[in-house]
């Protein structure tokens, strides 16, 4: 299984020929190449995980393909078929196995409303919390997929997340509103977070991937 990042929250996961996308969102530089796609994960409403120009293109290269996401997302992209899922689900794509966790969105601001938010767990192995620190609880996670900068991102809870999670390996994900001097900080603190437990950090651009 090899993991693909791009810009800001959006990956893409290959498995034997077969894709799954997560989180193309308004960051996100249009998606190519989707001839094998088995299916979509959008893990909240927020537009910079989802967009209508990204589904819309991702439609026209393989209609039919499931969309799974929270009530909330379902609401707002009204137009689609969203396949809700909740917290305690398992899904089926393809090769993949999708497994759900958390529920809600950290918070941003008390005056702001609070959403939907799913943690992703592929194939056992992947692990993408979305805009959480959700700790999917009894999982040994081989891989962690992690916020580095966000509204809502204390980079110290950041740390805590990831060193809860214990993975093997990790990279970083959610990194379009830091400088790049301030996304190399985080990068850093979470690279000791990670070798606390034995893991490994690498360092994952746009376009890079990582073979799982």
Do not use: C
């Not at 490994?200 to 073979?211: H, Q, R, V």
Request: hydrophobic residues 40%; negative net charge.
């Amino acid at each position: 299984m090899r993991v693909t990042k791009f810009e800001h929250a959006s990956l893409r996961v290959d498995l034997g020929g077969d894709t799954l996308i997560i989180d193309p969102g308004s960051f996100t530089s249009p998606l190519d190449d989707l001839s094998g796609l088995v299916g979509v994960v959008i893990t909240h409403e927020h537009p910079d995980h989802w967009t209508a120009d990204h589904l819309d293109r991702i439609l026209r290269d393989a209609p039919g393909i499931p969309i799974f996401a929270p009530a909330g997302v379902a609401t707002a992209a009204a137009d689609y078929d969203i396949t809700v899922v909740e917290p305690g689900d398992t899904v089926s794509a393809g090769p993949f196995t999708v497994r759900f966790f958390g529920g809600d969105h950290e918070i941003i601001h008390s005056s702001l409303p609070r959403v939907q938010n799913l943690g992703v767990l592929i194939n056992d192995e992947l692990y993408y919390p979305g805009d959480s620190y959700a700790v999917p609880e009894g999982v040994e996670v081989g891989t962690l997929a992690a916020p580095l900068g966000a509204p809502w991102l204390k980079i110290g809870e950041a740390m805590d997340f990831v060193l809860a999670v214990a993975p093997r390996r990790a990279f970083g994900v959610h990194d379009m509103t830091l400088s790049v001097i301030g996304r190399d900080m985080h990068r850093a603190r979470l690279k000791w977070a990670t070798e606390q437990h034995g893991g490994e950090f690498f360092e994952l651009d746009p376009g890079a991937s990582l073979d799982l």
